[in-house]
C-alpha cells in the first residue's frame, strides 16, 4: 500500500461522501447509490491487502464503485423488463387461463359463446314493447354511473331506477319464456 499507516477507517471517511455522489451520478437512485457504497466499502475492505498501487487508492476505489453500479444497472435492466411483463395488459387473465389447461380453441369457443349471447340480449332489448325501457337499458349499458345516465336521458334519477329494473324484469321474463 501507498501508506502503511493508512487504515481502512481512513479510507472509508475520507472517500465515502465522493463515493456516494458518484454513486448517485450513475444510479440516479438514493437507495441503490446508498447499496453501492455499502458494496464497494466492502470490497475494498476484503481487497485492501490486494491493491496493487498501479494507480492511487481513490482511483482504485472509484473503480471497485463504477463496477459495482455498473452491475446494480445490469440487475435493474434485466428486473425492468420483467416489471414490463408484470404490467402487460391481459397477462394475468392469460396466465389463468393457463393454469386451467384452456387450450386456444376453448378460448375462442368462449368469446364465440359470449358473442352470439350478446346478439340475443340485444336482440330481446330492441323487441322490448316499452320504448323508455330500451332507451333506459341501452343507456345503462353505455354510460358506467346512473345518476349521469338518467341526466342523459332527461329523466329523474329514482324514475330512471325504477324504469331500469322492470326492463331488466321484462328482459330475464322473456328469457324464461324462450327457455333460455
Known sequence: ???????FDDIY?????KIYRWSMSLLKNQHDAENAVQE???????????????????????????????????VRKRENKLIFFENFDGLEEL???????????MILQ??????????ILYNLIYSLNNEDYRKII?????????KPAAESIGVNYFTYKSKLHRAKKAIRETLIQ???
Not at 95 to 105: C, V
Not at 110 to 119: C, D, L, V
Open 138 to 146: 341501452l343507456t345503462s349499458l353505455s354510460i358506467d354511473e346512473n
Open 95 to 105: 396466465l389463468n387461463l393457463i393454469e386451467q389447461d384452456e387450450t386456444p380453441e
Open 40 to 74: 464497494t466499502f466492502i470490497r475494498v475492505y476484503h481487497n485492501l491487502s490486494k491493491f496493487r498501487e498501479q494507480s492511487s487508492l481513490s482511483t482504485w476505489v472509484y473503480r471497485i464503485c463504477t463496477n459495482e453500479c455498473l452491475y446494480m444497472l445490469r
Open 178 to 180: 324462450n327457455g333460455r
Open 1 to 7: 500500500m501507498q501508506d502503511a499507516n493508512i487504515t
Open 13 to 17: 471517511h475520507s472517500l465515502k461522501d
Open 110 to 119: 368462449k368469446k364465440e359463446h359470449k358473442r352470439e349471447y350478446m346478439k
